[in-house]
């Protein structure tokens, strides 16, 4: 059996655990933001509307900032209020209302699970953290954990990057923090800490710290409510660990959760010695050309070309210009015959590669790709018909292509 973790990185103090419990909650009612998935969850009667709701919300947050979630969340929530609602809108509809939010197979997968709950669950959302997990498909741990002590009071934990960052500062947790050791060992954690009788809001104000004042590179530590209670606050403020064991049990040897010896405490970092993470990967760098064909349209207002990508991989079912790979290191003219031969099999004829007008280049940096477009431009005369075989694509006015579901990366281009 795995030897005990040290006391110093536990919350082993039940009056510990209260008085942390206490002073974030009131900070949290004193200080938290409005937003409107909390007021919905705090004031709709129906616990499946309300599950409906902090569920759309934390699909939503995944990798995406508070701020631009809010517009999208109040549309979404105003075009399809319920659940019923969202089962039976298109797929075509969700990419639209979703473009722009970006890891576009989010709203795919809510739109799926909705229909799942309709017609398999009766429309009744599942009221545990494991049922959730276990029933919704895209609904992982934390979503999951999320919705159960946020919209129907169960007490049981959440892990977030922002929990993540406050409890490895809480309890000076140096190991790797992506890896699945120390995950478990925070959902642990998470676990024991959960406010028994407000589970949601405490879950909430947990990850609220972590987003406004816990945050990565300057907290705010002397306006943090949870400061004496914080290890590596007081690992800064006293030159080493106190009160707990003596600090040679813990951090050589194999302490499970203390920084590897190879990279030891940085008094300059101070608190922001945690969380660490092993180094990331670098991101995979791809090169797309891609070609705006643009036509008079029949009212005589300019009408571009846009093809829809496949159903399944990056940005699926998603509305482009005209695009293909490029292999790395191909000289310019090289790519524009690639190009060329693809669009010929758009425009019906010969596409000539020194007709495309060179207009720049387009960085775009997904979450492991760094993408760059290669843009050209090319007008056609006279009247052009797609091949209906191909996949599908339309002619839409400038209007019509923002209204499109289409990346933030083809709106970049
Ligand atoms: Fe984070 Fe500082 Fe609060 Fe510790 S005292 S939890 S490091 S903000």
Known sequence: APAPLPAWHLFSDPAEVEALRGNLLS??????????????????????????????????????QVATVIDYYNRWMQKWPTLQALAQASLEEVNELWAGLGYYSRGKRLQEAARKVVSELAGRMPRTAEELQKLLPGVGRYTAGAIASISYGQATGVVDGNVIRVLCRLRCIGAD???PAVIDRLWDLANVLVDRSRPGDF??????????????????????????????????????????????????????????????????????????????????????????LERRGCHGALEYLIVQRPSSGLLAGLWEFPSVPLAQDLQEKKEREVLADHLQAWVGWPVAAKGLCFIGEVIHIFSHIHQTYVVYSLSLDGDVTVDPALSPSRWVTKDEFHASAVSTAMKKV
């Open 27 to 64: 900070w949290y009612d004193r200080c938290k933001r409005d937003l409107p998935w909390r007021a919905l969850a705090a004031t709709e009667p129906d616990a499946d509307r309300r599950g409906y709701a902090v569920w759309v919300s934390e699909i939503m947050l995944q990798q995406t």
């Open 203 to 292: 879950n909430q104000a947990l990850m609220e710290l972590g987003a406004t004042v816990c945050v990565p590179k300057a907290p705010l530590c002397g306006e943090c409510p949870v400061k004496q209670h914080c290890r590596a606050r007081c690992r800064k403020l006293f030159g080493k660990p106190s009160p707990v064991p003596d600090v040679e049990d813990c951090g050589v040897g194999d302490c499970p959760l203390c920084p590897p010896a190879t990279e030891p405490w940085d008094s300059s970092l101070g608190v922001t010695n945690f969380p660490r993470k092993a180094a990331k990967k670098a991101p995979r760098v791809m090169r797309t050309a891609t070609c705006v």
């Open 177 to 179: 923090s992506s890896s």
